[in-house]
């Protein structure tokens, strides 16, 4: 299965400031997913990023607020801007398996708290 | 839309077995995900199903699907201490796609 290089583990940031996370996969993977995790809550979708096509975001999110970038097979990045301590969440990465079972990977997280 | 649900808590004692419920509104759900969450660990990736199967087993594990109540259970035999954590039941109609997660059960195992 494949391996994601998530970073940062955890940020403390002002309100107002951007943070980028960057997940990094050691093969090649067509779709990678970004789920956001709020305290003591489940995981939720963000959006789908494509290679050389735009993210596909869900209800709820959008991409002024939440840019994604995808600029080759094996690298995403997440931007979370112009943020408000409601924005204190764990933000995760995925890719999907290609094995037995199509088991999904997830990064290790970001931790983010705003402040 | 598609919503997978699950018991917030578990208590069990060591030794005993453990049985995690989900339930899932999509009919289409193809691919059926337990994953473990420990406290401030990533999500590991516990054991799979399909929807053409009824029963995999897998060491401790066992999944039990039932297609036609669209339900999913987890059973862990002579649950450990080191099992304490939140389980998390996920789905998806299509291998690829997003997954879509329950709201997690913690377990708790005391000894």
């Known amino acids: 299965s494949a391996v994601i290089s998530q970073k940062p583990s955890r940020d403390i940031c002002q309100r107002g400031t951007s943070l980028t996370i960057q997940c990094q996969v050691d093969?090649?993977?067509?779709?990678m997913f970004w789920y956001r995790q709020q305290p003591g809550q489940s995981l939720t979708l963000i959006a789908t990023?494509?290679?050389?096509?735009?993210?596909?975001?869900e209800s709820g999110f959008v991409i002024d607020k939440f840019p994604i970038s995808r600029p080759n097979l094996t690298f995403s990045t997440l931007t979370v801007s112009n943020m408000s301590p409601e924005d204190s969440s764990i933000y995760l990465c995925?890719?999907?398996?290609?094995?037995?079972?199509?088991?999904?990977?997830f990064g290790s997280g970001t931790r983010l708290t705003v402040v | 839309g598609e919503d997978v649900e699950q018991s917030l808590f578990l208590s069990v004692r060591e030794g005993d077995s453990s049985v995690i419920n989900c339930t899932y509104t999509?009919?289409?759900?193809?691919?059926l995900y337990w994953y473990k969450q420990e406290p401030g660990a990533g999500l590991q990736l516990l054991t799979y199903?399909?929807?053409?199967?009824d029963m995999k087993q897998d060491q401790r594990l066992t999944v039990l699907l039932n297609k036609k109540d669209k339900h999913l259970s987890l059973r862990i035999a002579d649950t450990q201490t080191g099992d304490s954590a939140i389980y998390f039941c996920?789905?998806?109609?299509?291998?690829?796609?997003?997954?879509?997660f329950g709201k997690g059960t913690t377990l708790s195992v005391s000894s």
């Open positions: 995925s890719v999907a398996g290609t094995g037995e079972g199509y088991g999904y990977t």
């Open positions: 093969s090649q993977v067509t779709m």
């Open positions: 990023a494509n290679q050389g096509s735009e993210a596909t975001y």
């Open positions: 999509d009919s289409s759900s193809t691919y």
């Open positions: 199903i399909f929807s053409n199967m």
């Open positions: 996920a789905e998806t109609e299509q291998a690829g796609t997003a997954l879509i």
